[in-house]
């Protein structure tokens, strides 16, 4: 399937890259959009990114302040 894109930023973009790499435009946005995709795979999920952080905060032996609500209504105003 063709993609066609008429857009003046995405054209010089593209042209900017196919100048600095000698490629052509068929190659440099195939590799630009396998790129994003990769980037994407990579990117862990929120859920996943709470759960590493409780991992570290419970293997770094977190423990609530013995004044800690004392702390807390002080922060939210006595509410």
């Known amino acids: ?3 066609y ?3 003046p930023q995405v054209d ?3 042209n900017r890259l196919v100048a600095l790499t ?3 435009k068929v190659d440099v ?3 630009a959009l396998e790129e994003a995709v990769a980037r994407h795979r990579k990117k862990p999920s929120l859920l996943e990114s ?3 952080l409780q991992a570290q905060t419970k293997a770094d032996g977190f423990k609530r302040l013995p004044d800690e609500k004392e702390f807390l209504d002080d922060l939210s105003g006595d509410i």
Do not use: P, T
């Open 29 to 31: 946005v195939r590799e």
């Open 22 to 24: 000698g490629k052509k």
């Open 1 to 3: 399937m063709a993609i």
């Open 12 to 14: 010089e973009l593209v």
């Open 50 to 52: 709470i759960r590493e």
């Open 5 to 7: 894109v008429d857009n």
